[in-house]
């Protein structure tokens, strides 16, 4: 988005094509963010909805980009626009079908966590806030039609292909989080109360499924968290040595969170080495010290057991050789970000390279939005892992070079 | 107000999303009563193509001056009805928008009659600011199509070269006589090991040869004045006096390493510092051959003692210099002494392990017990305190490097005022925000990137570089800005010229200036955001709030229960 | 119990839009509160909040962003001190200051919006319709148009943090003792100043508003100074003043 709105208020023409139904990506799901605690979708809203209305960027949401052809300066892009069995012209937002939607699904955005009906939007502050029914789930009961006040339902939309030439591309795609049910030493899928940051980040946030309560699965509030850094990431093993740069602070932000929202709750992390490297990270970290009780250990654990409570016990090994459990009535582990299931394909459309661990691979280390194709260029977690403020200069340095192709005739 | 007010109320159903609970015909009805009010209509769905055509033609037909929508909720809309305003013809600033859907009928479901009355006085409310409305225009302020670039480090030279790829003239103003900061006193640079000399050089002479491209070396600032698109810097380029006109100005003053004076027995030849180090290197100064242990020593100066903060990349470069002189000698022992080890992202975990193959060996101590060194016959010993054996390791070394913290410069301070942009708690450059706005200033105009908004590595300066020069060509590509409608005015009769108002701004748009008639506050349209802080502070009521003035709010507190005044 | 008038100002950026997302979720509360949007809480006047006591609030609700995420960056933080001081006024002039309720709210916090409304209208329920003597309430009203109240306000943050032009730093203690005992001379000021729409000597003043005479006659002269007041006549060789009603002083 930021890439796309310095190109649209330099006066450049900008089509932005998002997969999912609204702008606005990962940081949409987070309650806050660190070091500031800011609250994420607010911060967000505005972004989102300046992109949508700027008169210069042209948003295509639920759409794929499927071909390329060409080369820079003269790129003709060829987007799959999915059906959303909705008339965007004509959906107001007002939720109407959705409250009538006998279906319910898990909503990925609430990392599975909450329900949402079949006619749906993803998250209340979506943009566009156009409603989309889910084709696989649907029963085409005809509630949604029959209740829809502007006349917006279109069961019989198809895919539209839509063509667009442009002089660069930027390509934006961000992360997945590891799925740790790999990794069974720890427990996840199998025991009740291990869960992964960003589905604890839905449950804090007050928007969310619990309404901002950090609740078990036995319906019980927690006293005791811990969380378990690098979970899949510096990892030989798996081909994922690299760290994903922000785990340690998103931990640290959310148990200070945990002891904002309980204050007499036990937070506990469990760390290799504290990456704490960013304007404002140590004294966030000292924060989370000093002022909450936020307490570090340094030991990764080699195993997690559940208990008869549905508690569990951790296993790990501190500076000082010995082997120390800790029990906890939670456990969040802070998984490794990596980059977007499909990626491969997606870089065989663009014609560009990935390097061995599927991130963008640059022409020119010291030319950080360069990809190995000229006119493309890369901006945020896709090339490297960054945190939000890294990836917005990020986004904006992409548009740079964009700009210089545009206004510049540059083609290097 | 000359001409007679004539205010045209449209109330909108949304569908039943209002309509449901609230009775809007009786609404409208109830609006076709009010004081001044010639025209009130209910629409289905007013922000619909129908509604809003239905808008430009009661514009025209009962030349309505005044327009109040009942709906949904500004935030979303309000752009769009004011739009529809202007391309009939009618000031869009003398439109008022009227929340009764998002805070009236969403939130008081089971009460409809309640709601109703509430969304009646909600539009009665509206239709008494919108009598106080005045036309506002957005002023467009030229753009003078050239950057100034403070500093010609990497991230400036980046920064400066892609704004004169895009077509704008660009003046590099740089306090040494030569170019490339802190990476001339570089050797090597991690993780690719490549010379900082040749990596250095092909980007001088790339920015130096742009034909859009002008240096000012030896150079230093007196006074900048101005504001984005008109800004005015004065240096003193090697004893002359020289002024540059530009449209915006990027800060890219860089940093220092902390100086470890009285830290670590620091002497400058056996205790020394990283950059010494990399010097000796560079000058093939460092005799491997006679050297048997080399201890670095982490987090010197920093994470709480003498600055608060982690300078992020002196874990990697220790690394970096200890891999190198173990692979130009492999017989030297060669530790690094850590707490907590920086090597995030992508490359560097790999890079340090490969310096742990090359035999560079870490220990790591508690932040609370940190390495002592102690002098003893012509070298040193350096106790670290094992963090996993918890106890003493005394390290024997014939050089002690310390990885000292980059630093603020220390004329920041005074280029912070010339500018009046804030330094932070870490005395590195403060941006506007600190997630979403990292190489902004709050002050519209001026940018940030590099080492001056805090510790980065060279390829994160060179990011920011481009990000600034993205930031800092919209203006220049835009060619003009527009100041916003809603902006304060002084009423400078009124004014004492006290300052207070000049206090409470954080974007310096109102400041006290010399008139005629004395000292006055003074309102630079194009920096001020309207936020009205000055407008509540002023001790003698002499700053109006444009499309918020006090009037307008008074009417409308006061038209919110007593009924009487106005309905005609 | 009786029905309540609450208004509140609401900043655009967060609790507007955190009002917002209580509709947009569907959070209900009571029907009492009439909103007026603001840009920033820092534009809330204590002039205004007394201005709507006296025309028909039982309740005053003021919204902004929390501390650190002001659009504006630090209109908030001006905002807390500018409400403390209408609160000062509220109690000086006999009005329970729980009247007037300040909250940070963002635009998040559908659900905490609706609660606050829904507690806060509860609360002012309780209180019931708001009472007051017209002529202390318009006291405090002009009081907070009044220069030194004003200044106050504003300066108190800076007061307290960073020190003043002596490098001194206040304790929140030493400030409230400061702001309490200029709002009680400011407010004995305005209200004499109300008491002479009417002639009348420093004595009938004096009586009137039970104070002591010196303590009058040293709010006399500064209004005289101050060309607020004049003498209108010589009654018994006593001087008997009377408001300045020419249009050039305010």
Same mark, same amino acid.
Not at chain 1, 170 to 175: E, H, K, R, S, T
């Given at each position: 988005m930021q890439a796309a709105f310095d190109l649209a208020e330099a006066g450049i023409k900008v089509c932005l094509v998002e997969r999912t139904l609204s702008v606005g990506g990962r940081m949409a799901q987070l309650d806050k963010t660190f070091p500031t605690n800011d609250c994420a979708i607010c911060i967000l809203a505005p972004k989102m909805m300046d992109c949508y209305?700027?008169?210069?960027?042209?948003?295509?949401?639920?759409?794929?980009?499927?071909?390329? &052809?060409?080369?820079?300066?003269?790129?003709?892009?060829?987007?799959?626009?999915?059906?959303?069995?909705?008339?965007?012209?004509?959906?107001?937002?007002?939720?109407?079908?959705?409250?009538?939607?006998?279906?319910?699904?898990?909503?990925?955005?609430?990392?599975?966590?909450?329900?949402?009906?079949?006619?749906?939007?993803?998250?209340?502050?979506?943009?566009?806030?156009?409603?989309?029914?889910?084709?696989?789930?649907?029963?085409?009961?005809?509630?949604? &039609?029959?209740?829809?006040?502007?006349?917006?339902?279109?069961?019989?939309?198809?895919?539209?292909?839509?063509?667009?030439?442009?002089?660069?591309?930027?390509?934006?795609?961000?992360?997945?989080?590891?799925?740790?049910?790999?990794?069974?030493?720890?427990?996840?899928?199998?025991?009740?109360?291990?869960? @992964?940051?960003?589905?604890? &980040?839905?449950?804090?946030?007050?928007?969310?499924?619990?309404?901002?309560?950090?609740?078990?699965?036995?319906?019980?509030?927690?006293?005791?968290?811990?969380?378990?850094?690098?979970?899949?990431?510096?990892?030989?093993?798996?081909?994922?040595?690299?760290?994903?740069?922000?785990?340690?602070?998103?931990?640290?932000?959310?148990?200070?969170?945990?002891?904002?929202?309980?204050?007499?709750?036990?937070?506990?992390?469990?760390? @290799?080495?504290?990456?704490?490297?960013?304007?404002?990270?140590?004294?966030?970290?000292?924060?989370?010290?000093?002022?909450?009780?936020?307490?570090?250990?340094?030991?990764?654990?080699?195993?997690?057991?559940?208990?008869?409570?549905?508690?569990?016990?951790?296993?790990?090994?501190?500076?000082?050789?010995?082997?120390?459990?800790? &029990?906890?009535?939670?456990?969040?582990?802070?998984?490794?970000?990596?980059?977007?299931?499909?990626?491969?394909?997606?870089?065989?459309?663009?014609?560009?390279?990935?390097?061995?661990?599927?991130?963008?691979?640059?022409?020119?280390?010291?030319?950080? @939005?360069?990809?190995?194709?000229?006119?493309?260029?890369?901006?945020?977690?896709?090339?490297?892992?960054?945190?939000?403020?890294?990836c917005i200069a990020h986004g904006s340095a992409a548009a740079s070079r964009a700009m210089e192709v545009v206004l510049g005739g540059s083609f290097l | 107000m000359t001409e007679a007010l004539r205010i045209g109320v449209f109330i909108c159903h949304c569908g039943t999303n209002i309509g449901g609970v609230v009775d809007v015909p009786a609404v409208a009805e109830y609006a076709s009563t009010l004081k001044n009010v010639v025209h009130a209509e209910c629409n289905l769905y007013t922000c619909s193509s129908d509604g809003l055509e239905s808008i430009k033609s009661a514009i025209l037909e009962y030349e309505l001056n005044r327009v109040v929508v009942a709906s949904c909720t500004p935030r979303t809309h309000e752009p769009l009805f004011r739009a529809t305003c202007e391309e009939a013809g009618l000031n869009s600033y003398l439109f008022e928008f009227v929340n009764i859907r998002d805070q009236c009928s969403w939130v008081h479901m089971h009460e409809p009659e309640l709601a109703t009355e509430k969304a009646k006085d909600l539009v009665r409310m509206g239709v008494a600011k919108a009598a106080l409305l005045e036309p506002l225009e957005e002023l467009s302020s030229e753009v003078i199509p050239s950057a100034v670039v403070i500093g010609a480090g990497i991230s400036g030279m980046t920064a400066a070269l892609s704004i004169a790829k895009n077509g704008f003239y660009v003046h590099v103003i740089e306090k040494?006589?030569?170019?490339?900061?802190?990476?001339?006193?570089?050797? =090597?640079?991690?993780?690719?090991?490549?010379?900082?000399?040749?990596?250095?050089?092909?980007?001088?002479?790339?920015?130096?040869?742009?034909?859009?491209?002008?240096?000012?070396?030896?150079?230093?600032? =007196?006074?900048?004045?101005?504001?984005?698109?008109?800004?005015?810097?004065?240096?003193?380029?090697?004893?002359?006096?020289?002024?540059?006109?530009?449209?915006?100005?990027?800060?890219?003053?860089?940093?220092?390493?902390?100086?470890?004076?009285?830290?670590?027995?620091?002497?400058?030849?056996?205790?020394?510092?990283?950059?010494?180090?990399?010097?000796?290197?560079?000058?093939?100064?460092?005799?491997?051959?006679?050297?048997?242990?080399v201890v670095m020593i982490q987090c010197a100066g920093a994470r709480g003692e003498v600055v608060g903060y982690c300078s992020k990349i002196c874990c990697m470069n220790a690394v970096k210099n200890a891999k190198l002189i173990k692979d130009a000698n492999p017989d030297i022992n060669v530790f690094i002494a850590h707490n907590e080890l920086q090597a995030y992202g992508e490359e560097y975990e790999l890079y340090y392990r490969a310096a742990k193959k090359a035999g560079v060996r870490f220990l790591r101590f508690?932040?609370?017990?940190?390495?002592?060194?102690?002098?003893?016959?012509?070298?040193?010993?350096?106790?670290?305190?094992?963090?996993?054996?918890?106890?003493?390791?005394?390290?024997?070394?014939?050089?002690?490097?310390?990885?000292?913290?980059?630093?603020?410069?220390?004329?920041?301070?005074?280029?912070?005022?010339?500018?009046?942009?804030?330094?932070?708690?870490?005395?590195?450059?403060?941006?506007?925000?600190?997630?979403?706005?990292?190489?902004?200033?709050?002050?519209?105009?001026?940018?940030?990137?590099?080492?001056?908004?805090?510790?980065?590595?060279?390829?994160?300066?060179?990011?920011?570089?481009?990000?600034?020069?993205?930031?800092?060509?919209?203006?220049?590509?835009?060619?003009?800005?527009?100041?916003?409608?809603?902006?304060?005015?002084?009423?400078?009769?009124?004014?004492?010229?006290?300052?207070?108002?000049?206090?409470?701004?954080?974007?310096?748009?109102?400041?006290?200036?010399?008139?005629?008639?004395?000292?006055?506050?003074?309102?630079?349209?194009?920096?001020?955001?309207?936020?009205?802080?000055?407008?509540?502070?002023?001790?003698?009521?002499?700053?109006?709030?444009?499309?918020?003035?006090?009037?307008?709010?008074?009417?409308q507190e006061r038209a919110a229960f007593a009924t009487e005044e106005v309905v005609s | 119990m009786e029905e309540v008038n609450v208004i509140g100002f609401l900043c655009n950026w967060c609790s507007y839009a955190g009002a917002d997302l209580a509709g947009v979720s569907r959070f209900q509360y009571p029907p009492n509160v009439r909103i007026i949007r603001v840009m920033c809480s820092g534009r809330v006047d204590p002039e205004l909040i007394l201005d709507t006591f006296l025309h028909g609030a039982d309740g005053v609700f003021i919204g902004g962003c929390h501390f650190g995420d002001c659009h504006y960056l630090e209109g908030n933080y001006y905002a807390e001190k500018k409400i403390e001081m209408a609160k000062r006024l509220l109690k000086v002039a006999g009005v329970e200051p729980e009247r007037l309720r300040l909250e940070w709210v963002s635009a998040s916090e559908g659900g905490r919006f609706a609660a606050v409304m829904k507690e806060f209208t509860e609360e002012i329920k309780v209180l019931g319709p708001i009472k007051f003597d017209i002529e202390r309430l318009e006291a405090v009203h002009i009081a907070a148009a009044d220069y030194k109240l004003r200044i106050l306000a504003t300066k108190e943050r800076e007061l307290l943090e960073g020190g003043n032009k002596y490098g001194e730093v206040f304790t929140q203690h030493e400030m409230d003792r400061l702001l309490d005992d200029m709002v009680q001379e400011v407010y004995e000021s305005k209200r004499i100043l109300l008491k002479l729409k009417k002639p009348k000597s420093v004595k009938e003043i004096a009586l009137d508003l039970n104070l002591k005479p010196n303590e009058v006659f040293r709010h006399i002269l500064d209004l005289r100074r101050h060309e607020l007041i004049e003498i209108h006549e010589i009654r018994d060789n006593r001087p008997v003043y009377i408001a300045n009603t020419r249009e050039d002083v305010e």
């Amino acid at each position: 988005m930021q890439a796309a709105f310095d190109l649209a208020e330099a006066g450049i023409k900008v089509c932005l094509v998002e997969r999912t139904l609204s702008v606005g990506g990962r940081m949409a799901q987070l309650d806050k963010t660190f070091p500031t605690n800011d609250c994420a979708i607010c911060i967000l809203a505005p972004k989102m909805m300046d992109c949508y209305r700027h008169e210069n960027i042209e948003v295509l949401t639920f759409s794929e980009v499927i071909a390329i &052809e060409g080369e820079i300066g003269t790129f003709k892009v060829k987007i799959s626009k999915k059906p959303r069995f909705v008339d965007e012209a004509k959906c107001n937002g007002c939720g109407d079908c959705a409250r009538v939607c006998p279906m319910g699904i898990l909503n990925k955005f609430d990392m599975d966590l909450r329900v949402r009906s079949g006619a749906y939007v993803p998250f209340m502050q979506a943009v566009p806030l156009i409603y989309a029914l889910d084709r696989a789930k649907c029963m085409r009961c005809g509630l949604c &039609e029959s209740v829809c006040g502007q006349d917006a339902i279109r069961y019989n939309q198809k895919e539209e292909i839509v063509e667009r030439e442009v002089s660069a591309i930027i390509v934006a795609i961000g992360f997945d989080p590891f799925d740790p049910s790999g990794l069974t030493e720890y427990g996840y899928g199998k025991y009740d109360n291990v869960i @992964t940051a960003l589905e604890f &980040e839905r449950l804090i946030c007050a928007a969310g499924p619990t309404g901002g309560h950090v609740i078990r699965k036995d319906g019980r509030e927690v006293k005791r968290i811990a969380w378990i850094q690098c979970v899949g990431a510096r990892d030989t093993r798996d081909n994922r040595p690299y760290c994903s740069s922000v785990c340690c602070m998103y931990a640290t932000k959310e148990a200070i969170l945990t002891k904002e929202h309980y204050p007499e709750a036990e937070t506990s992390i469990l760390y @290799t080495d504290l990456r704490c490297f960013g304007k404002g990270f140590q004294e966030y970290v000292n924060r989370a010290e000093d002022d909450y009780g936020v307490e570090y250990i340094r030991g990764k654990p080699g195993e997690i057991i559940e208990k008869e409570n549905k508690n569990l016990e951790i296993f790990y090994s501190p500076s000082s050789d010995k082997v120390e459990t800790l &029990e906890v009535d939670m456990v969040v582990l802070s998984t490794a970000l990596i980059p977007c299931g499909g990626v491969e394909k997606f870089a065989e459309i663009l014609g560009t390279e990935l390097d061995g661990y599927k991130f963008f691979k640059l022409k020119d280390p010291y030319n950080p @939005t360069e990809t190995t194709r000229a006119g493309i260029f890369v901006a945020g977690y896709c090339q490297a892992p960054r945190d939000i403020p890294e990836c917005i200069a990020h986004g904006s340095a992409a548009a740079s070079r964009a700009m210089e192709v545009v206004l510049g005739g540059s083609f290097l | 107000m000359t001409e007679a007010l004539r205010i045209g109320v449209f109330i909108c159903h949304c569908g039943t999303n209002i309509g449901g609970v609230v009775d809007v015909p009786a609404v409208a009805e109830y609006a076709s009563t009010l004081k001044n009010v010639v025209h009130a209509e209910c629409n289905l769905y007013t922000c619909s193509s129908d509604g809003l055509e239905s808008i430009k033609s009661a514009i025209l037909e009962y030349e309505l001056n005044r327009v109040v929508v009942a709906s949904c909720t500004p935030r979303t809309h309000e752009p769009l009805f004011r739009a529809t305003c202007e391309e009939a013809g009618l000031n869009s600033y003398l439109f008022e928008f009227v929340n009764i859907r998002d805070q009236c009928s969403w939130v008081h479901m089971h009460e409809p009659e309640l709601a109703t009355e509430k969304a009646k006085d909600l539009v009665r409310m509206g239709v008494a600011k919108a009598a106080l409305l005045e036309p506002l225009e957005e002023l467009s302020s030229e753009v003078i199509p050239s950057a100034v670039v403070i500093g010609a480090g990497i991230s400036g030279m980046t920064a400066a070269l892609s704004i004169a790829k895009n077509g704008f003239y660009v003046h590099v103003i740089e306090k040494e006589r030569e170019m490339g900061g802190l990476l001339r006193r570089l050797y =090597k640079l991690y993780p690719t090991e490549e010379l900082a000399d040749l990596f250095l050089e092909q980007r001088i002479k790339a920015v130096a040869g742009h034909e859009r491209v002008e240096l000012h070396l030896a150079a230093s600032i =007196k006074a900048i004045t101005g504001y984005v698109g008109q800004f005015k810097v004065v240096l003193d380029e090697n004893g002359a006096e020289k002024s540059i006109d530009c449209g915006v100005i990027i800060v890219a003053t860089g940093a220092k390493e902390l100086d470890p004076e009285g830290l670590y027995e620091y002497d400058g030849e056996r205790v020394i510092t990283q950059l010494q180090l990399e010097e000796k290197l560079r000058r093939d100064d460092l005799n491997l051959d006679g050297l048997e242990n080399v201890v670095m020593i982490q987090c010197a100066g920093a994470r709480g003692e003498v600055v608060g903060y982690c300078s992020k990349i002196c874990c990697m470069n220790a690394v970096k210099n200890a891999k190198l002189i173990k692979d130009a000698n492999p017989d030297i022992n060669v530790f690094i002494a850590h707490n907590e080890l920086q090597a995030y992202g992508e490359e560097y975990e790999l890079y340090y392990r490969a310096a742990k193959k090359a035999g560079v060996r870490f220990l790591r101590f508690p932040l609370e017990t940190r390495p002592k060194v102690r002098k003893r016959d012509g070298k040193q010993v350096v106790d670290v305190f094992h963090d996993r054996m918890q106890m003493n390791i005394p390290l024997d070394a014939d050089l002690v490097v310390l990885s000292v913290p980059l630093v603020q410069n220390p004329d920041a301070e005074r280029l912070s005022k010339l500018l009046k942009v804030p330094l932070g708690q870490d005395r590195f450059f403060f941006e506007a925000h600190v997630k979403l706005r990292p190489v902004d200033f709050a002050t519209d105009g001026i940018f940030l990137c590099g080492t001056a908004q805090g510790p980065k590595d060279i390829e994160e300066s060179i990011s920011q570089g481009y990000a600034a020069a993205s930031r800092a060509t919209i203006p220049l590509a835009k060619g003009y800005v527009l100041s916003a409608a809603i902006t304060s005015w002084v009423d400078e009769a009124k004014c004492v010229g006290c300052g207070i108002c000049e206090s409470v701004c954080p974007y310096g748009a109102i400041e006290v200036v010399d008139t005629e008639e004395g000292r006055r506050a003074r309102v630079t349209g194009v920096k001020c955001k309207g936020c009205g802080t000055c407008g509540s502070s002023c001790i003698k009521k002499a700053v109006t709030m444009h499309h918020f003035t006090d009037e307008q709010l008074i009417a409308q507190e006061r038209a919110a229960f007593a009924t009487e005044e106005v309905v005609s | 119990m009786e029905e309540v008038n609450v208004i509140g100002f609401l900043c655009n950026w967060c609790s507007y839009a955190g009002a917002d997302l209580a509709g947009v979720s569907r959070f209900q509360y009571p029907p009492n509160v009439r909103i007026i949007r603001v840009m920033c809480s820092g534009r809330v006047d204590p002039e205004l909040i007394l201005d709507t006591f006296l025309h028909g609030a039982d309740g005053v609700f003021i919204g902004g962003c929390h501390f650190g995420d002001c659009h504006y960056l630090e209109g908030n933080y001006y905002a807390e001190k500018k409400i403390e001081m209408a609160k000062r006024l509220l109690k000086v002039a006999g009005v329970e200051p729980e009247r007037l309720r300040l909250e940070w709210v963002s635009a998040s916090e559908g659900g905490r919006f609706a609660a606050v409304m829904k507690e806060f209208t509860e609360e002012i329920k309780v209180l019931g319709p708001i009472k007051f003597d017209i002529e202390r309430l318009e006291a405090v009203h002009i009081a907070a148009a009044d220069y030194k109240l004003r200044i106050l306000a504003t300066k108190e943050r800076e007061l307290l943090e960073g020190g003043n032009k002596y490098g001194e730093v206040f304790t929140q203690h030493e400030m409230d003792r400061l702001l309490d005992d200029m709002v009680q001379e400011v407010y004995e000021s305005k209200r004499i100043l109300l008491k002479l729409k009417k002639p009348k000597s420093v004595k009938e003043i004096a009586l009137d508003l039970n104070l002591k005479p010196n303590e009058v006659f040293r709010h006399i002269l500064d209004l005289r100074r101050h060309e607020l007041i004049e003498i209108h006549e010589i009654r018994d060789n006593r001087p008997v003043y009377i408001a300045n009603t020419r249009e050039d002083v305010e």
